[in-house]
């Protein structure tokens, strides 16, 4: 007996054409979106990381040139600094001869100081007495004593753009350690303590993307004071 061909078999097919085309035009649409995704994720990525290392650069450079600064005027002999009260036998207190410190904006931004380094105190400012920081062509360089200048950023992982140092100066009136009032005609007296802090600024841009541009700013407080003026004898 011959079997009964299944009618339904000559109407089963595979995809057509245009259907194959139409699914493989979501596919590609979907890895392309995937792929778009990803490499924006990628992008954010890097650009994170790249903030943050320059932020870390940025944050051990100023905290380094903070450490420095604090030690301007450090005097080992500063006993002999401190105001004594006038009299026939006692003379003036001594001049520190490190308390120089001059920033300069023109033709690059500039700061110089000076401390003492000597084991016993000659209280003369030497070579390796004087120290600075300058911008230069977008990198930061630092100079001991009279050697020449020398780079303390890598311009190969960032540019440094600003580089502000903006001291200030607080006078405090050391009256009330006077035994008698001052003179109106004396305008050395009181004695005065000289507070001086610098606000440090630094701006620099991560190499090959200008966009990424971070700042870090820290106050520096010069620890060593000093005393000017007199009391009335």
């Not at 979501?26 to 943050?52: D, K, Y």
């Not at 290392?53 to 450090?74: H, K, P, S």
């Not at 007296?189 to 971070?214: H, I, K, Y």
Request: glycine share 6%; aromatic share 4%; net charge neutral.
């Amino acid at each position: 007996m011959k079997p009964v061909a299944n009618s339904r078999a000559g109407q089963q097919a595979g995809v057509s054409l245009v259907e194959l085309l139409i699914g493989i035009t979501i596919g590609l649409f979907i890895v392309g979106a995937s792929l778009t995704a990803l490499l924006l994720h990628s992008r954010e990525s890097h650009s994170l990381l790249a903030q943050g290392r320059l932020m870390q650069d940025l944050r051990a450079t100023t905290d380094l040139m903070a450490r420095d600064l604090r030690r301007v005027g450090y005097w080992s002999a500063a006993d002999r600094g401190v105001w004594q009260q006038e009299s026939t036998s006692a003379p003036g207190p001594a001049v520190n001869p490190y308390t120089t410190l001059a920033t300069s904006a023109s033709p690059v931004s500039t700061v110089t100081f000076r401390y003492s380094r000597d084991t016993v105190e000659n209280d003369l400012v030497d070579d390796n007495e004087q120290f600075g920081y300058r911008l230069r062509n977008g990198v930061l360089e630092l100079q001991l004593g009279n050697s020449p200048w020398q780079a303390m950023t890598d311009i190969t992982s960032m540019k440094v753009t600003r580089f502000d140092i903006t001291p200030t100066e607080e006078l405090r009136s050391l009256a009330g350690s006077c035994t008698a009032p001052c003179p109106i005609s004396d305008a050395n007296c009181p004695p005065q303590l000289r507070v001086r802090s610098l606000m440090l600024t630094l701006t620099a841009q991560g190499v090959g993307n200008s966009l990424v541009e971070r700042s870090a700013r820290t106050s520096v407080r010069l620890r060593n004071d000093s005393i000017t003026g007199r009391c009335p004898a």
